[in-house]
């Protein structure tokens, strides 16, 4: 059966909503679509399900890394298509639930990640470093799809490409094509997509924020600070660059929560932006949204 996804920006309702969905429909396991709630001991300001919500639901990609670790789309993708394939192979449900469009595309479209090497990129970067025309030229001449898209004076996307031909002996523009439609992998996906008022959003998001302070971030934070340190992907996550300001001083404590609310907000409108260029991903209220999700098709 193909995955069910709830998909939506931070604080629109998400966790309830896949709640109620999986109390009516009784074959549900989630799948968190996330970059954030993968780590352990980032609790606080990644809203992660709480243990009574994994013991009743069983939850996939929660607490599968240790903060230090990296974590890149295309391993993402990879986890995640492998704990739905364990979910389905159960005979159960899949239930996509998260806030990144481009995590979420990378699950379910049949988009792919090129491979990246350092030294091959120094080399060209050393290369064409006061060549930039050049460089454009030579991509003009190996790929002109990918060179009409890239500005001759672009160099950083310029080598990318040039990287990528020399990695992989394809174009660069052949891992675009998937990205300009939306057709998934997973035939008959049913998607939700919840979309609050912008008032209503923005008075959620600072609820969470007030609720992130009292819930203990701040001891948190300096757990972590304590711990090995932050990969570069959790070092994104909202929260902690803030409460990590507070530790040292540079941001006074009443002030955190209303710096974490303005930078939510922030992101939860690129985390719209993303959606809404999704056909798949018209605004539904939360009701709707459990109706249509909690009906066995």
Known sequence: MSPLALVGPTASGKSRAAGQIARRRGDIEIVAIDAFTVYRGMDVATAKPTAEE?????????????????????QFQVLARDAIAAVRGRGRVPLLVGGSGLYFR???DDLRFPPTD?????GLEKRYRDDPEGAHATLRRLDP?????????NLRRTVRALEVLELTGEPFSAFATAW????????????????????????????RARAMVEEGLMEEAAALRRGPGLSR??????????????????????????????????FAKRQRGWFRADPRCT????????????EPS
Do not use: K
């Open 145 to 153: 799809r990918a060179a009409e898209g890239i500005a001759p004076e």
């Open 106 to 108: 990378a699950v379910v």
């Open 54 to 74: 994994r013991a009743e639901v069983p939850h996939h990609l929660v607490d599968v890394l240790d903060p230090d670790e990296e974590l890149t789309v295309a």
């Open 283 to 294: 605004p539904v209220d939360a009701e709707t949204a459990v109706g249509r999700l909690a």
């Open 233 to 266: 992907t959790a070092a994104q996550a909202i929260g902690y660059a803030e409460a990590f300001a507070v530790l040292d001083g540079t941001l006074a404590e009443e002030e955190l929560a209303g710096a974490i609310t303005t930078r939510t907000w922030r």
């Open 118 to 122: 350092p030294g091959v990129r120094a």
């Open 180 to 207: 300009d439609e939306h057709v998934s992998i997973y035939p008959d996906l049913e998607v939700a997509y919840l979309e609050p008022e912008p008032a209503a959003l923005r008075a959620a998001i600072a609820d």
